[in-house]
């Protein structure tokens, strides 16, 4: 079974520092990768994706992730936080072609707090 | 535009009490439909699957069941409920394949158990 790991899992980093976030999956075959972001009291959404293509994906917010195929890895990053940044990020990995949710593995969390 | 709503939002009910969590979707017709639990620094469970009426997969064993009367109302249940069913239960759905993994949550409801 393919298992994702989010190694950090709090992170706490003043405003205008720079943010990478970890995430790593276990499956070597055809994966499609997402970030989700919960804010306090929001619905969990989708951050970015990745299908194919270019491995350097942006999401909303300024967001932007990393897709390294040898190192099994899809980090998360964004050059300058904000304190409405403040959020609990989720990796998450599907298999296969059509990536169907219901084989989507979600790895742990981590929560980012950003001081003003 | 699409959207989901589930209620209760919060819920405190004793051991042994039956549970009814209630999701709903409009905007979108024949949506696959997820129930998952998120536990504290354990990420997201998938618990409950549906690719239509009266379609349940169950993906882990528990104390828990799930009923889809309409296409898009879906329903978190349990005759008696036990402490470990404690936890934040989120709904979602998505398109169907290839939804390419993409998932739409719900404000989710938080249970305890006392």
């Known amino acids: 079974a393919q298992s994702v790991s989010q190694h950090n899992h709090h992170v706490i980093l003043s405003e205008a520092a720079s943010l990478e976030l970890g995430c790593n999956y276990s499956?070597?075959?055809?994966?499609?990768l997402f970030w989700y972001v919960q804010y306090p009291g929001q619905h969990l959404q989708l951050l970015l994706k990745?299908?194919?293509?270019?491995?350097l994906v942006k999401g909303i917010k300024g967001f932007e992730a990393e897709f390294i195929k040898s190192k099994f890895s899809f980090n998360l990053r964004k050059p300058s936080v904000q304190w409405s940044d403040t959020a609990e990020y989720f990796c998450a990995v599907s298999r296969g072609v059509s990536g169907s949710a219901r084989q989507l593995t979600f790895g742990s969390g981590t929560q980012l707090t950003v001081l003003p | 535009s699409q959207t989901i709503h589930q209620w209760p939002a919060t819920l405190v009910q004793p051991v042994g009490s039956p549970l009814s969590l209630e999701c709903t979707v409009e905007g979108t017709s024949n949506p696959n439909l997820y129930w998952y639990r998120q536990a504290a620094g354990r990420g997201l469970q998938l618990l409950f699957y549906?690719?239509?009426?009266?379609?349940i997969s169950s993906e882990v064993p528990q104390n828990l069941s799930a009923s889809r009367p309409q296409d898009r109302q879906f329903i978190l249940s349990s005759k008696k409920l036990l402490l470990s069913d404690s936890g934040f239960y989120l709904c979602a759905w998505s398109v169907r394949p290839p939804s390419m993994g993409e998932l739409f949550f719900g404000e989710g409801s938080r249970l305890t158990v006392l």
């Open positions: 549906s690719i239509g009426i009266d379609q």
């Open positions: 499956y070597g075959g055809t994966v499609n």
């Open positions: 990745y299908f194919s293509g270019d491995p």
